[in-house]
């Protein structure tokens, strides 16, 4: 059974800093691998697909980076606004078995706060 | 991106009732749909998968006789909490897959909050 960790559980840093997120998953026979935001009470906005052909993907700001056989990504945010204040998930798709198609597991996130 | 709804956005009952949820895809056919739930600090933990037409899929421990799914179209999934108690309060997500065609990509819907006194 897959199992995603996410370090640290919560940070805060000052406005304008870089910073970086970690995830570790057991399982590394994954497919996909994805990163979203998740705002309190609030549902999930992805931010980065990476393929399993691919080792990074970049949107803006946000970096992410998967090395599978050592069942890690970690996602790189440059230059933190307080609007990047939320938490933030990581979630490796693994076979669905039986019914030819994926399912996401998710880690407990990073709540990240970036003070002004 | 596509969207997905959920209904409601937030419900209270009283315990020993039952609450539906709806999860609705909005502008594609989701062929699959997913339930999580999710407590306070916790992460997302999926509940059942459901393909259009067919009976859901139940992860371990998920009682399916209390979590009731129904996915009778290509837009529309609902979950039926029955007899719900203070232990069911949670925030519950749904997601949707479409067909191949349109990638394999979950999309997500806001969540659904439940209190259940």
């Known amino acids: 059974k897959q199992e995603v960790t996410q370090i640290p559980a919560a940070l805060s840093v000052p406005e304008g800093e870089n910073l970086v997120l970690n995830c570790s998953f057991t399982d590394s026979a994954i497919y996909n691998l994805q990163w979203f935001r998740q705002d309190p009470g609030k549902g999930l906005t992805s931010l980065l697909l990476i393929q399993s052909s691919q080792r990074e993907q970049t949107s803006g700001r946000l970096n992410a980076s998967l090395d599978k056989s050592s069942g890690r990504s970690t996602l790189y945010i440059a230059a933190s606004q307080p609007g990047d204040s939320a938490t933030y998930l990581c979630?490796?798709?693994?076979?669905?078995?039986?019914?030819?198609?994926?399912?996401?597991?998710f880690g407990k996130g990073t709540k990240l706060s970036v003070i002004p | 991106g596509a969207v997905v709804s959920q209904h409601p956005s937030r419900v209270i009952c009283k315990s020993g009732t039952s609450v539906k949820i709806e999860c609705r895809s909005l502008d594609f056919q989701a062929t699959t749909m997913f339930w999580y739930r999710q407590f306070p600090k916790q992460s997302l933990m999926l509940m059942a998968t459901s393909n259009e037409g067919s009976k859901a899929t139940y992860e371990q421990g998920v009682e399916k006789d209390k979590f009731l799914i129904n996915h009778a179209s290509l837009t529309l999934s609902t979950l039926t909490v029955t007899s719900a108690h203070p232990e069911d309060s949670s925030f519950y997500i749904c997601s949707a897959r479409g067909h191949r065609d349109t990638g394999e990509t979950q999309y997500f819907g806001p969540g659904t909050r439940l209190l259940v006194l």
């Open positions: 979630a490796p798709w693994g076979t669905l078995e039986g019914a030819g198609s994926y399912q996401l597991t």
